[in-house]
């Protein structure tokens, strides 16, 4: 195998892999990286198992042929030449690495032992945004479980029907569900993708509006975009059925501003127990109360203005979930649809987006009596 | 053919073949018996059954056999008593030293991962184990986790694992191995298909050694008997240098014998601070006693290239104090497996005057 490449154009196509390479496994061939050079192009590609990252480059190839090299060390390599083209040659298990005046050689493992890239079988699929894609994941995957007990919890529900795309994220105390207005999907599908692929993806689109192809069978999803190819493997198990949590007859709507609210949540959230977080919202005729207290530190309060109409009422939230829930709040304006003091209230901007409507769900903290 | 690699069993393949034909393998298995029977050598090859994708399972040499047998198949998860850190360099080092472990394994099968340090299967593990059984089988086959030394888990792994064959995944087959199966939990136990491996004929292991480490056939024979039922242990003497050790037990014994102390101690003294040595040398000890024994009731031997010194030995420990000498070797034995430590467990079985041994 022998191919030339440009050192910029090698470097941000390793370096757009290097997130998928584990530090730590008992696999010793995962913290390679396998090098194809076929016709015309070099593809790369990493896996840790769960999530399989391809990606292709320009290249002169001289002699077609693949191996599998440190991906850390050989990253750094490249990285560290000049923006000059490098060569690259294996012969047998030894790759040399040329550019300029610098010569490296270092040892790869053979590609025999490389894990496969997944394949798709009979699948489907369907377009987004880059954008709608990361607005996704910058808005849900905050609200994934991280207790290995419920494994389903610990994965991004993307449900696919005539209505288009929801997608939701909870951990049993919190909820996001986003609905991207996309055009109706013919099939009906449900997955379980972990955030992890969410987050290489995410970090792979950087700032640029691609289109990405998402396409998914019963074991994957595969996300296309630029060359680019990332499967993530599902999650098994099923989700619960999040409708039925989702409450309808919340009838007491509070709504103010996000950017004031927000100000005051932090700064209440300071004298907060720091286990709990627990901050107490007193709801009053056109105003809005909130304060903590923390035994033998101190306590805080503050009035603000917002619009509320029902009876009186005071309600306990953790301020780091409604922090979570209020920096994802584009709009101006918040409402807050509540009943009673211990059970679900509902958080969703004032006037939705365009391309997608977000709900938020938040299980409220019981107040001390 | 399932099992068709492995010696003896019959019993234990014909349960597992059985289930296997009929398509209704258990969710969980946990095979039981003495060390070095072939457990895990089981395990091992049910693990590649469900995996293959040969007409005749497990072929044990496509792709997905072999990477199996190395350890280096996605949906094939072993898990091992290892040493555990809080500090993240320590812990790559240890996955490091780990993989390195597992390589020398695939090439020498029988025998156990060795650390220097404590081990154990901890929550971490199981975790670790939980995430990865919790996604899609990566190759479309079945998740296999295979628990060597099951009974190494910390109260708070066996918990976590409990809960997890509580809701037991269509794909995903769990099978746990164990020589103390009464130390697992009795409810991880009962939720368990449990297959009993028992020792196996000298003679099974007197074949294997003639055919597959052309030993000659005097030599085959001693080791098989002294393996008493274990080929893994008979492996293992082959490799350690079973011909000094077995000296050694002798001198020691001699030792004894003779009331000379600091010869004893200074052959304790060679033993006692290697892994697995003084449970070989007890056993090597263990086999010439029982030898003694036999030799007054004019019965066979194992040791009959030595019967002179045997004689000779029988002579110098008297009556009493065989049938004393026997009793301490068993308790030893068994503290050896309750962590008792091996020097002092080497003295109160060798160096302790008839009838006045200190218990352990």
């Given at each position: 195998m022998k191919f030339t490449v440009a050192q910029d154009k090698l470097v941000a196509g390793l370096q757009s892999l290097i997130g998928v390479v584990p530090t730590k496994s008992t696999f010793p061939i995962l913290s390679n990286i396998l090098l194809d050079a076929q016709e015309k192009k070099l593809v790369i590609s990493a896996t840790d198992l769960e999530i399989a990252a391809v990606t292709q480059v320009e290249a002169k190839i001289s002699s077609a042929g693949s191996v599998t090299v440190p991906a850390r060390q050989f990253t750094e390599i490249v990285k560290q030449l000049p923006a000059l083209p490098v060569e690259v040659e294996a012969s047998e298990n030894r790759v040399t690495i040329k550019c300029d005046r610098s010569r490296f050689s270092i040892v790869g493992l053979p590609k025999d032992d490389f894990p496969k890239m997944p394949e798709l079988k009979k699948d489907k699929s369907l377009k987004l945004a880059g954008g709608t894609l990361q607005a996704i994941i910058k808005k849900t995957l905050?609200?994934?479980?991280?207790?290995?007990?419920r494994p389903a919890l610990c994965g991004v529900l993307f449900q696919m029907s005539g209505d288009g795309l929801k997608v939701v994220t909870t951990d049993g105390r919190r909820l996001a569900l986003f609905e991207a207005m996309i055009p109706p999907v013919s099939h009906k599908s449900e997955l379980l993708i972990s955030p992890k692929g969410l987050n290489v993806v995410n970090r792979m689109l950087g700032g640029d509006e691609k289109e990405i192809t998402v396409q998914f069978d019963d074991s994957y999803t595969k996300f296309s975009f630029d060359g680019t190819q990332v499967f993530a493997r599902h999650i098994e198990g099923t989700y619960p059925d999040y409708d039925k949590v989702?409450?309808?007859?919340?009838k007491k709507v509070m709504t103010a501003s996000v950017e004031l609210f927000t100000a005051a949540v932090k700064r209440v959230a300071?004298?907060?127990?720091?286990?709990?977080y627990q901050i107490k919202l007193s709801l009053r005729t056109d105003s809005l109360e909130l304060s903590s207290q923390t035994v033998d530190i101190g306590e805080a309060k503050e009035t603000m203005a917002a619009s509320y109409q029902g009876d009186e009422m005071d309600i306990g939230y953790n301020a780091s979930y409604l922090l979570d829930i209020l920096k994802n709040l584009e709009n101006d304006e918040l409402n807050m649809y509540l009943n009673t003091p211990l059970s679900a209230g509902l958080i969703k901007p004032a006037k939705q987006a365009d391309d997608y409507k977000l709900t938020y769900l938040l299980m409220p903290l019981r107040l001390p009596e | 053919m399932l099992f068709d690699n492995l010696i003896g069993q019959e019993v234990a393949k014909r349960t597992i073949r059985r289930a296997w034909d009929e398509g209704r393998l258990a969710g969980s298995y946990l095979f039981y018996g003495p060390d070095g029977v072939g457990k895990e050598a089981a395990a091992m090859d049910l693990a590649r059954a469900v995996n293959c994708g040969a007409e005749d399972k497990p072929c044990r040499t496509c792709s997905s056999c072999r990477r199996i047998s190395t350890y280096q198949h996605p949906d094939f998860h072993y898990l091992a008593p290892v040493p555990h850190s809080s500090s993240e360099s320590e812990r790559r080092k240890i996955a490091e030293e780990v993989a390195e472990q597992l390589k020398d394994k695939a090439a020498q099968p029988h025998r156990p991962l060795a650390f220097d340090r404590p081990t154990a299967i901890t929550i971490d593990d199981i975790r670790d184990l939980k995430r990865g059984l919790s996604l899609h089988p990566y190759e479309g086959g079945r998740q296999a986790a295979l628990v060597a030394r099951a009974d190494r888990m910390t109260e708070e792994a066996s918990n976590a694992f409990l809960k997890m064959l509580e809701e037991p995944s269509p794909s995903s087959i769990f099978i746990l191995v164990s020589d103390r199966p009464n130390i697992l939990l009795p409810t991880i136990v009962s939720r368990c298909q449990k297959v009993r491996f028992d020792l196996l004929p000298a003679g099974a292991i007197e074949a294997h050694l003639l055919h597959n480490h052309n030993l000659p056939e005097v030599e085959a024979r001693l080791m098989a008997d002294l393996a008493g039922g274990s080929l893994g242990r008979a492996l293992e003497m082959l490799e350690q240098g079973f011909w000094e050790e077995r000296d050694l037990a002798w001198t020691l014994l001699e030792s004894a014998a003779a009331g000379d102390y600091f010869g004893l101690m200074n052959g304790i003294g060679q033993a006692a601070?290697?892994?697995?040595k003084p449970e070989r040398l007890l056993s090597l000890v263990q086999e010439v006693v029982s030898d003694m024994l036999h030799l007054r009731h004019g019965r066979s031997i194992v040791n009959a290239d030595r019967s002179d010194r045997l004689r000779t030995l029988e002579l110098g420990f008297g009556n009493g104090g065989l049938d004393a000498l026997a009793g301490r070797l068993e308790r030893a034995k068994a503290g050896l497996k309750q962590n008792v430590t091996p020097r002092l467990c080497l003295i109160t079985a060798l160096a302790g005057r008839p009838g006045g041994s200190p218990e352990l």
């Open positions: 905050f609200a994934v479980a991280n207790d290995t007990s989702i409450p309808s007859g919340n300071i004298l907060s127990d720091t286990f709990t | 601070d290697q892994r697995g």
